[in-house]
């Protein structure tokens, strides 16, 4: 009898420990994400504005129903959604994030003009991940 305990007491741990690493896991994903460069520029959907992350950081106003925290009011229009961008590494191409978002394996996102398949996949659902406004 105190056998059996013991094995569901082990089994709870183990569960425990798993739910405890999953949540460890999501924390240094988050972490990552807010610490992300400060270079970033924000994009407005409607408007087509660009601006710096600073000129949004004063004006911090979540845009609900958005995949991300970071998708916020546009501070020119009023409206939005407006999105973080990224820049290429390898291409230098700025695109849009957080609107159809595909990640790579180290869980960075994916370029929409080197990862062809993905700007394609866009294009498809005729969402433009790489505006003209952002890349001149
Ligand atoms: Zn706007
Ligand atoms: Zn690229």
Not at 63 to 75: E, F, N, R, T
Not at 97 to 106: D, G, I, R
Request: proline fraction near 7%; charged fraction near 15%; include cysteine.
């Amino acid at each position: 009898m105190s056998g059996k305990n013991s094995g569901l007491l082990k089994n709870m741990g183990i569960v425990a420990a798993a739910v405890g690493s999953v949540a460890l896991l999501a924390w240094s994903w988050t972490a990552n994400m807010t610490q992300a460069p400060i270079q970033i520029g924000y994009y407005c959907l409607s408007c087509k504005k660009t601006d710096h992350i600073s000129t949004y950081q004063s004006n911090w106003r979540q845009y609900p129903g958005a995949m991300s925290d970071s998708v916020l009011y546009c501070v020119h229009c009023d409206k939005g959604p407006a999105h973080p961008t990224n820049e290429c590494d390898q291409c230098g191409s700025v695109f849009i994030l957080h609107l159809f978002p595909k990640y790579n394996e180290f869980g960075s996102p994916s370029c929409p003009k080197c990862d062809v398949a993905y700007g394609q996949a866009a294009k498809v659902k005729k969402i433009d991940l790489m505006p003209k406004a952002l890349n001149p």
